[in-house]
């Protein structure tokens, strides 16, 4: 089963769905979103069929592999392969689709200047560009994967957002092109060190990792790459892109952009950064360690005093970024086995809580938490999920989140103890933002403006719905997660070469994670 090109498959499926759904005309606007979700769930059938030929026991750095040459005059490969870490993140991308979809179903509606089946054709492109940016093993497939993925979320933005659609998605783009053109010269002078020493030049990304570099050159390379991956992560101070993207954005396009875009960033420092130049990533961690630590709080804080629930979530995100970016670069199996659940459980928490804020929004017409109260009065199911979305997002026991962000801090507290002690208080921060949101939506008195409100309709629940089941599942049983996403942790810290510690606490709290 191995020979079947599965990733190109997952790929390029909703690649080719996109370029249908795309023309078809404007009065099949429900025939767009049908068309949409159908490739949208075959891609999430291919995605497990591929998961239950994973070999975690596999001493492979990569499986699924496939090579074709595509430019060979100047060593460029469509290669693409996975492990466990780009698997449980593609997982992740073929879940979160179908669920944009469905959030935004009764959200885009053909008004005679933007089309549906324009919006659906930009979801499924999106789709099938990230997943190519997960599988690359080639340098420079990856970089077109990484600089492509822009154009659907900035007209996703740009066109279907609301007010401020059009300052965000420029806002975004020149943040996303600053990065990209950086991130382009750190693999233009990869590529030409890599043609010095070997005999021809390569963007194989093992090939490139064998390379010998002068400590000077390794560490810009590092800025480079590191640079243009902070901004897609998004890491504080080069996070400021994500909040007006997310109050723009529909609840659909939020979920992608946070569930799915961002997690390129976190995964390509995991890829990329520390495999290619393991000394300048150690050389650069103090630094990388307290800017992460630094993002925890004071995303935190700026949460707790906004008004915008979008905005809210988005800094949430930005918090969670830092605990996951801290967990990169703590150089232990744990940390990053940990780092890689959270990325996976941060996808599926933000987009419950930017999916349910897009159900109040609908129904209400405002994303300010002043404009409601009550919630559970009127709507007590929606208010529920509500509750369970952000439950996910503060990392309750029992949900995945938990697990992910247990590992991450504890692993991390190996290397750097007193930056894993200071992350923890944005545990305390998420209770907080969340749970005064929560409040002051949804309890006391039912107030004027949410007096009418329609509860959770079945179309609402079948978006929310894989969401909350996964969560809880993988939050009692994560060991699947683990088992497939170990053996490559594993690998690439012996890449970076720090310092050995032995975490002999952990394994036996987490139930042997390890």
Excluded at 208 to 227: H, M, N, Q, Y
Aim: proline share 5%.
């Amino acid at each position: 089963m191995n020979e079947f090109p599965w990733l190109t498959t997952i790929g390029a499926l909703p690649l080719a769905g996109a370029v249908v759904v795309a023309f078809l005309p404007a009065s099949r606007a429900t025939l767009a979103k049908q068309m949409a979700l159908v490739i949208s769930f075959v891609v999430l059938g291919l995605t497990v069929a591929m998961a239950l030929q994973f070999d975690a026991d596999s001493v492979a750095p990569f499986q699924f592999v496939e090579s074709v040459d595509w430019i060979p005059q100047f060593g460029i490969s469509y290669a693409v392969g996975v492990d466990g870490i780009a698997l449980v993140l593609i997982a992740l991308v073929a879940v979160l689709t179908p669920v944009a979809l469905l959030a935004d179903w009764h959200v885009i509606v053909d008004d005679g200047k933007h089309r549906v089946s324009t919006y659906c054709g930009l979801v499924l492109a999106l789709e099938g560009v990230v997943v190519f940016a997960f599988a690359a093993t080639d340098l420079f497939l990856f970089y077109v994967a990484f600089e492509v993925m822009l154009i659907p979320v900035y007209f996703l933005i740009g066109m279907f957002g609301g007010a401020q659609r059009s300052y965000a998605a420029v806002k975004f783009l020149l943040y996303s092109l600053l990065g990209g053109l950086i991130l382009l010269a750190g693999v233009i002078s990869l590529y030409v060190i890599s043609s010095r020493e070997l005999a021809e030049g390569t963007f194989d990304v093992l090939a490139l990792g064998e390379l010998s570099l002068d400590p000077t050159t390794e560490r810009w390379l590092f800025v480079a790459f590191f640079f243009a991956f902070a901004v897609k992560a998004p890491m504080v101070p080069v996070h400021t892109w994500l909040p007006d993207a997310a109050a723009a954005g529909t609840p659909g396009t939020n979920t992608l952009l946070v569930g799915v875009l961002d997690k390129v960033g976190t995964f390509a420092m995991l890829r990329l950064c520390l495999p290619l130049f393991p000394d300048a990533s150690q050389w650069a961690a103090p630094v990388v360690v307290t800017l992460a630590v630094f993002g925890i709080v004071y995303a935190g804080l700026l949460a707790i005093g906004q008004s915008d629930m979008n905005r809210l979530v988005a800094y949430t995100s930005v918090s969670h970024f830092g605990a996951i970016i801290l967990g990169i670069f703590a150089f232990t199996e744990l940390a990053g086995s940990g780092a890689t659940v959270y990325m996976f459980a941060h996808g599926l928490s933000a987009a419950a809580l930017f999916v349910t804020v897009g159900f109040l929004i609908r129904r209400r017409g405002s994303a300010m938490i002043s404009s409601y109260g009550g919630v559970a009065r009127v709507a007590p199911v929606l208010a529920g999920v509500f509750l369970m979305a952000g439950f996910a997002t503060l990392s309750l026991p029992g949900l995945v989140s938990f697990v992910g962000e247990l590992t991450t801090l504890v692993g991390s507290y190996e290397r750097w103890p007193v930056a894993a002690v200071i992350a923890v208080i944005g545990i305390v921060l998420s209770a907080l933002y969340v749970l005064l949101m929560y409040k002051r939506v949804a309890q006391g008195p039912a107030t004027e403006n949410v007096k009418g409100f329609k509860d959770l309709v079945p179309i609402e629940a079948a978006a929310i719905s894989p969401l909350i089941a996964l969560a809880i599942f993988f939050g009692f049983y994560p060991q699947p997660l683990f088992d497939v996403i170990n053996p490559a942790i594993e690998r690439t810290i012996d890449q970076v070469g720090a310092p050995a510690i032995t975490p002999d606490v952990v394994s036996e709290a987490i139930g042997g994670v390890r």
